[in-house]
């Protein structure tokens, strides 16, 4: 097994095309722990070289709002009236932590999400 670690572009490229070649490689197999190797040394290059910013707050409920389906009614609960609830979805008005809190545990937005500071949003 030679295997060494992705420090170019070049050795990133070259370490893609050696995980495609295994990816039928069997576990508990030299293969199949040269795969493992190759794939926890390439995600270590992406996340040094190619990490992925977190999503805005509003962007995230709705990105949660879509997938469960859920209305400005069900966020009530969470963030307050429904008047409330658009001028936070409009950027009108940022989370209060009480707010974020109540995102976090009922829907399973990740907090670092939530409190990310948007560059639309208009603070009164």
Do not use: C
């Not at 794939?39 to 409920?61: G, M, Q, S, W």
Request: proline share 5%; aromatic share 4%; no cysteine.
């Amino acid at each position: 097994m030679n295997i060494k670690p992705i420090k170019t572009d070049a050795d990133y490229r070259g370490a893609l095309k050696e995980v495609e070649s295994l990816m039928t490689a069997v576990q508990n197999t030299p293969e199949g722990e040269k795969l493992d190797i190759l794939v926890t040394l390439i995600e270590a290059y992406e996340r040094k070289h190619f990490p992925l910013d977190l999503p805005d707050a509003v962007e995230a409920i709705k990105f949660e709002m879509e997938q469960k389906g859920l209305t400005v009614k069900d966020l009530e609960p969470m963030i307050g009236k429904s008047n409330r609830v658009y001028e936070i979805l409009n950027h009108k008005r940022s989370l209060t932590l009480k707010m974020i809190w109540k995102l976090h545990q009922q829907l399973g937005i990740p907090a670092e999400s939530l409190i990310k500071q948007s560059t639309q949003t208009n603070n009164v």
